[in-house]
């Protein structure tokens, strides 16, 4: 009997001991006692009728490298992992939007270059982008982004390349990531992309 089956029993008990004290004793005291009973039993019985389900952490995304032949495979992988893994649509939109917490991403893959993609992904410091959408001073977006290559997001280099291949491909670009770039697992890791020549801080303008 299932740990479930068993709290029920316990509150039919419950219920059927309220009533029985209604039933056969007379006593004010004891006759509350029982109505109480029988509502404790009840709400326990609905709440025991809902469908439990374990909250248990997302499962573990892996990268099938055959099950990828050709670049549109690696932007269709990154855009799962940019809806889900990566978090990034918590904060990122793709298209205009007043409650934006960081830049529009509509059209990036065609703005910046994929080096420099690479480098706002991975070392999002390098640059403070500013909101130039109101009037006025440009003000910093509300929100910080980290980096997506640590904790908590932890994306590999093959998740953060198929996010940059998304980007292109939703920009209307030449996907510039190709399957050959993959890190197979077991296999020595190819060399890291270069990240684009800046100053220690700039600032990027939003287009």
């Given at each position: 009997?299932?740990?479930?089956?068993?709290?029920q029993l316990i509150a039919l008990a419950i219920v059927g001991f309220g009533i029985l004290?209604?039933?056969?004793?007379?006593?004010?005291?004891?006759?509350?006692?029982?109505?109480?009973?029988?509502?404790l039993g009840l709400f326990s019985l609905m709440s025991l009728a809902v469908p439990q389900?374990?909250?248990?952490?997302?499962?573990e995304e892996t990268i099938d490298i055959a099950a990828i032949k050709t670049p549109t495979?690696?932007?269709?992988?990154?855009?799962?992992?940019?809806?889900?893994?990566?978090?990034?649509?918590?904060?990122?939109?793709?298209?205009?939007?007043?409650?934006?917490?960081?830049?529009?991403?509509?059209?990036?893959?065609?703005?910046?270059?994929?080096?420099?993609?690479?480098?706002?992904?991975?070392?999002?410091?390098?640059?403070?982008?500013?909101?130039?959408?109101?009037?006025?001073?440009?003000?910093?977006?509300?929100?910080?982004?980290?980096?997506?290559?640590?904790?908590?997001?932890?994306?590999?280099?093959?998740?953060?390349?198929?996010?940059?291949?998304?980007?292109?491909?939703?920009?209307?670009?030449?996907?510039?990531?190709?399957?050959?770039?993959?890190?197979?697992?077991?296999?020595?890791?190819?060399?890291?992309?270069?990240?684009?020549?800046?100053?220690?801080?700039?600032?990027?303008?939003?287009?």
């Open positions: 009997m299932s740990e479930i089956a068993q709290l004290i209604l039933l056969f004793i007379k006593s004010n005291f004891f006759r509350v006692t029982g109505f109480v009973s029988i509502v389900m374990a909250s248990l952490p997302p499962a495979d690696i932007a269709a992988l990154g855009q799962t992992i940019f809806f889900s893994k990566g978090q990034c649509a918590l904060c990122h939109s793709i298209g205009p939007s007043e409650s934006a917490r960081c830049p529009d991403l509509k059209g990036i893959g065609a703005k910046l270059s994929r080096e420099f993609l690479y480098e706002s992904l991975t070392d999002p410091a390098a640059f403070l982008y500013r909101d130039y959408r109101h009037g006025g001073v440009p003000k910093e977006y509300p929100a910080t982004m980290p980096r997506i290559d640590k904790d908590p997001i932890g994306l590999s280099n093959n998740e953060i390349l198929a996010v940059i291949a998304f980007l292109q491909q939703m920009s209307g670009e030449p996907i510039s990531i190709s399957v050959s770039e993959l890190e197979v697992p077991g296999q020595a890791p190819s060399a890291p992309v270069k990240t684009a020549e800046s100053a220690p801080v700039a600032v990027a303008q939003a287009q």
